[in-house]
């Protein structure tokens, strides 16, 4: 079996188009995107640009739209770029027509996986199921090889060409050191690890964390009391995640500490504009009315705060987040909470 | 013997001023300033407020400003907040009325310890020697009880009583506490370990990482490149410390990364201002000739690399920033050279 030549990636947002021109940037391969929407494809072969979410980047002539996914279920590798609200119902869809037989040498690890790679980009735990995205990609179509490409990566500085850094993890080594040649560039550097339960938790967990960041912004609390937050919030993401089995390495990493850092420190971020609006006095009610897409650390505070509770974890930042969001409770009091805690030994 | 209850801080500076606020908050207190200017003691007396570093924050009545060490030799307890470059100087001209005397019970740690306890905020190392501040306070005054109170800690934002965790360290674990008890508020949140080692390292491996953290923001990079250069950068920083004895932990705490994030994401920082200056064209001899105060992660990089390079360890950000500062390398240059670097395992 030859390397991957022809790569599809799932979804046509800002971060599956930006994949798209990363891995189209290397010659001699065909990089399709396969867009939900007829009417959407239709528009970006028309506009070569996607309008939408990542306006201003023109996009090259090689790229391929497609909705059909019969179409495109030859390919050697797909990039999952799908938001997990809608994954599982997406691969339901797609599951009827996926490929069973492998297309990537693996050695070893080849034994008992069916059909092409599948790389996911998506961040966030399914909402009832607290599910990683590579885990419903497995439970809807079975032992795929699976990874995930996680770090700090606004798609917008990605697809302008600007430096980026990302871990490849999958619990297939072999995979993750593939997706790190498919990736891997002069501006974009691709790391490995196995840790792929870590790495998308923290895609997932940064989030609640970046609403608590947000608020510190919105209440004008200023620098030192931010970047302690940041800090106490990433030794809660590793408490929780190592509590499931993952490694507390992964934590300190681009995937964990790389990403929390853009995602709390960036303007653009939905979850910390959450927190700030918040943090000005606004309600989640107002807040969720006024934006146009979900911001994930929402829902995903709910489902963790719930399962930390089950398995006795203690979470107090995103405890607090929570009696915020849902429990009326006014920032300023869940700040005063969170400082009057006795404080002990650092861990 | 009884608690502490005179305080006494080394330093007339902004952070100095600031920890004096601090202690001053709780009732029965003493707690003086030793200024090494005479006329500085007798600026802030008339003023009530330290409008060379730490101007609109006014001073309570009860603080106490003296330029004669003499008269404060009888604290319970000194603060040291002079930067590393004059504290070797200052302490052998204070050393010959330093008291010998215990004056805070440690119980079964007391054992050989002489004169009063001393708590750092200085950040740096010596510049030839690499001796963290409560080194030279052994070397030069012998077997005192010392500790380092280390983490994001903005001395504006503190004397404003805005909230901030820090981590108080010792090697002294009752002493730790002690200082955990002397600072511990409502906004002020002081969490303790026994690594003095590495909570003084990062105090000063941190300017290193913010200049290049500000040659990201100079050459316009991206929030990308800056939070993968962070997280790349504590890795060195971990690196580094862990081969000279620190414990990996501390540089993932409030000493470690909280600090670290503040002082790349702060626009006020002198170290990320020096990486962003040099990131927009300027040499180091035309920006240290318009900065009033030292930039000290400039010759923390020296010392550190040629550590470094002695024991064999691969730091690669405080190598581009060395080649920067000193070897006339473009910055352009320096960060191909760093993204062009075969990628591995992350770690």
């Known amino acids: ?164 850094s990302l871990l490849a993890a999958s619990d297939l080594p072999e995979l993750a050191v593939a997706t790190q040649r498919w990736f891997n560039s002069e501006t974009f550097r691709v790391y490995t690890s196995t840790d792929l339960l870590g790495a998308e938790l923290c895609g997932a967990l940064k989030n609640v964390i970046a609403i608590a960041a947000g608020v510190c912004d919105g209440m004008g609390l200023g620098d030192n009391a931010k970047s302690a937050l940041m800090t106490r919030g990433l030794a809660e993401m590793r408490r929780f995640g190592t509590a499931l089995g993952a490694q507390s390495e992964t934590f300190f990493g681009l995937a964990g500490l790389g990403d929390l850092i853009t995602t709390c420190v960036s303007p653009h971020g939905r979850n910390r504009k959450v927190g700030e609006l918040l943090g000005r006095g606004q309600s989640l009610d107002e807040i969720l009315k006024g934006m146009y897409q979900v911001a994930e650390g929402v829902w995903t505070c709910q489902g963790v705060l719930a399962l930390a509770r089950e398995k006795g974890i203690e979470l107090p930042i995103t405890r607090a987040v929570h009696a915020v969001l849902f429990e009326g409770m006014a920032p300023g009091r869940a700040v005063a909470e969170l400082m009057s805690r006795e404080p002990g030994p650092e861990g």
């Open 1 to 164: 079996m030859a390397d991957a030549r022809w790569f599809t990636v799932l979804g046509d947002g800002a971060m599956g188009t930006a994949c798209a021109l990363l891995l189209a940037k290397k010659p001699g391969r065909r990089v399709s995107i396969w867009c939900q929407f007829p009417e959407q494809a239709t528009a970006l072969r028309a506009d070569r640009e996607n309008r939408k979410y990542l306006p201003g980047v023109p996009l090259s002539e090689s790229l391929e739209f497609e909705p059909d996914f019969a179409k495109l279920a030859g390919s050697d590798a797909f990039i999952l770029a799908i938001p997990t609200v809608y994954l599982g119902a997406t691969l339901q869809r797609l599951k009827p027509l996926w490929p069973s037989a492998p297309t990537v040498d693996l050695g070893a690890e080849s034994a008992g996986l069916i059909g092409p790679p599948i790389f996911s980009v998506a961040k966030g735990l399914e909402r009832e199921t607290l599910r990683t995205p590579t885990a419903i990609v497995r439970e809807t179509l079975g032992r795929v090889p699976v990874g995930a490409l996680i770090g700090p990566s606004h798609a917008e500085e990605i697809a302008r060409g600007m430096p980026a």
